[in-house]
């Protein structure tokens, strides 16, 4: 089906005839259109166009509301102060566009008109070592743009970075070739948590054998040399770490209700065997040059306290390759072997200068151009609620498991107070779908780039915004739907609309710009937001307007019409979050 037009745009395009035809000299003039609480919405473009023109704006406006033709969308427009348009659309225009969007398996939500490939990186846990609280907004923010940019027609590629490589491992084959068992499964069925029980038993055992043993530690120096070279023995064993770790990712992104598969999972040593020529590509264009020993690329703003410049370092003076080389030759593979044309990176924001100078590298040496750009989706510091980042009492830093799991239960508690004739079973499965919905909804609906306080009370509870209170919004409505008989949803464009139905209506109309602006500009907080408002919107229209007690069955229809745009509209919503929505809590 064709997208359906907002009531914005089509306001907008009658305002932008209506100003050609009555003031032909202006050209095309932007009526600069926006909501107002003073009517549906405000015009206040005829402001500008009149110093333009050297007119009066209340002349110019009242000239341009005579040459609106009669029409079934306009139902008032009324000129005020020095010239602005206030301008209140009729209830038909609103109930016929809902009843177009409701006809609609997309809600009228269009597909993008210039959709290209964008690769986002995402949720990058590392091998052999416990995901954290640290963890949880990459994989959050990630997920949640990768669900909104497909929904708007992008073709998106997942790429999970994870830590594979470096020094450490060295350490660990070793110490599993001289302790061959210490991998070993009870059962062919293992869990996450036995699989990072192992990996940190291990890891401890290795690192204090490593501090300890000057001879183990020469080994394990010799063992980094045999994974770099690609000794087959040492291969097949750092293959068995990537394994085990990836048992335990996927129990994490399983409980957060995320889908993670392995083509996606590039760790750093995917890019091993294109480190050396894009070393060699960018000494050989000048783009990086050699100090110290160092291959480095420097930058004329960025320089150290003492006012000396800082190098991006390629590689570094012993040979070893710094992360920037793994990053650029990511940018290669992305750009010259998967075909993006965007480049998303949803890193924390003390990364920001890194990627800032990596991509002024991948800009100069011709990989990121006018056609490709790369961007990082920047996020802040979870805090604990004393503003602090958040720690364990002892100082330590939170595992994501545990947080997790504690969400679930502190869910549990709020559905069992709601529940009626739930199972166990049931409230074991919304309290799962509560508890990870609040955690999901806490950090999206906080602008990326800022700081947030991890506070569960806050996240569970039913009043103000949370998930909670968008999950209880539409099980309300579905409970509505349940018992409305045999009365079925039905718009009905000649009813006359209470305030509260007019203002639950204008503002689902505002679903699809709202998506296609979190799309383009990467802030799905902003999603988050629009939904809150829907559900406050509804919380008004449920008090003031009863449904199923309407004055006649068209009303009832009518209202039941709104109940079911609104519901869909929040699963929806909802769903690209990442965010079930029990029909029952």
């Known amino acids: 089906m064709a ?40 015009a206040n473009g005829i402001l500008a166009l009149a110093k333009k023109l050297k007119g009066n704006p209340r002349e110019l406006a009242t000239k341009v509301v005579g ?23 009729t209830d038909k225009a609103i109930l016929d566009t809902l009843a177009a969007r409701a006809a609609d398996e997309r809600l009228g939500v269009p597909y993008a008109e210039e959709a290209g490939t964008t690769v986002i990186d995402y949720a990058q846990p590392n091998v052999a070592k416990e995901m954290h609280v640290g963890h949880l907004r990459s994989a959050v923010i990630g997920d949640a743009m990768v669900k909104i940019m497909e929904f708007a027609g992008e073709k998106v590629i997942r790429r999970h970075h994870i830590g594979d490589w470096g020094t450490q491992f060295g350490m660990l084959i070793q110490y599993l070739i001289e302790h061959p068992h210490e991998l070993d499964h009870k059962d062919a069925d293992v869990s996450g948590e036995e699989a990072m029980s192992n990996l940190n038993r291990l890891y401890k055992a290795a690192r204090a054998h490593f501090d300890s043993d000057e001879e183990f530690k ?14 087959e023995e040492t291969l097949a064993l750092w293959q068995r770490f990537v394994d ?13 209700d995320m889908e993670i598969n392995d083509p996606d999972v590039v760790g750093e040593s995917g890019y091993n ?41 390629v590689k570094k003076s012993n040979g070893g390759y710094g992360y920037a080389a793994t990053d650029l030759s990511a940018i290669r593979d992305r750009v010259q072997n998967l075909g ?9 924001a003390r990364q920001s200068l890194h990627f800032k100078m990596v991509f002024e590298t991948a800009r100069r040496a011709g990989w990121l151009n006018d056609q490709v750009h790369a961007v990082q989706l920047a996020f802040g510091t979870v805090l604990g609620k004393d503003g602090k980042p958040f720690k364990t009492r002892e100082g330590e830093t939170v595992r994501l498991v545990d947080l997790l799991d504690e969400a679930i239960d502190r869910a549990a508690a709020v559905v069992r107070e709601k529940a009626q004739d739930l199972t166990e079973d049931e409230i074991a499965e919304r309290a799962t779908q509560v508890g990870i919905g609040a955690i999901k909804y806490a950090d999206l609906s906080t602008s990326a780039s800022r700081d947030y306080k991890f506070d569960l009370d806050q996240m569970v509870s039913l009043n103000g915004d949370t998930s909670v209170y968008l999950q209880y919004a539409y ?80 009303q009832v229809e009518n209202r039941l019409f709104l109940c079911e745009l609104t519901a869909r509209t929040l699963h929806q919503g909802m769903a690209l979050l990442g965010i079930r929505t029990p029909e029952r809590l």
Do not use: W
């Open 340 to 348: 993006a044309d965007t480049l998303v990176y949803v890193v924390d």
């Open 244 to 256: 085990e770790s990836k048992i335990y990712f996927y129990s994490v992104f399983n409980k957060l």
């Open 218 to 231: 020469a080994r394990s120096r010799d063992r980094v040399v045999a994974l770099q070279s690609g000794d």
């Open 475 to 554: 099980a309300r409505i579905k409970s509505i739907i349940r018992k409305a008989g045999d009365s079925r949803p039905a718009a009905h464009p000649d009813i006359a609309l209470a305030p509260a139905e007019r203002a639950l209506g204008l503002h689902l109309d505002q679903f699809a710009e709202t998506l296609a602006e979190v799309a383009s500009s990467y802030e799905p907080h902003k999603l988050a937001a629009y939904l809150y408002q829907l559900a406050s919107h509804y919380t008004t229209f449920y008090s003031e307007c009863p449904v199923l007690k309407a004055d006649t069955p068209e």
């Open 67 to 89: 040459a609106i033709p009669a029409n079934d969308v306009l139902k008032d427009i009324e000129v005020s102060g020095p010239g602005f348009l206030n301008i209140t659309i």
């Open 3 to 42: 997208s359906v037009p907002s009531l914005a745009s089509t306001v907008q395009q009658r305002l932008a005839d209506a100003l050609t035809a009555a003031l032909p000299e202006a050209g095309s003039a932007d009526p600069l259109l926006r909501r107002s609480d003073r009517a549906d919405f405000q």
């Open 273 to 313: 065997d294109m480190l050396d020529e894009t070393c060699r590509l960018l000494e050989e264009s000048g783009v990086a040059v050699r100090s110290e020993g160092a291959l480095c690329v420097f930058f004329d703003d960025v320089k150290g306290p003492d006012g000396n410049p800082v190098p991006l370092i």
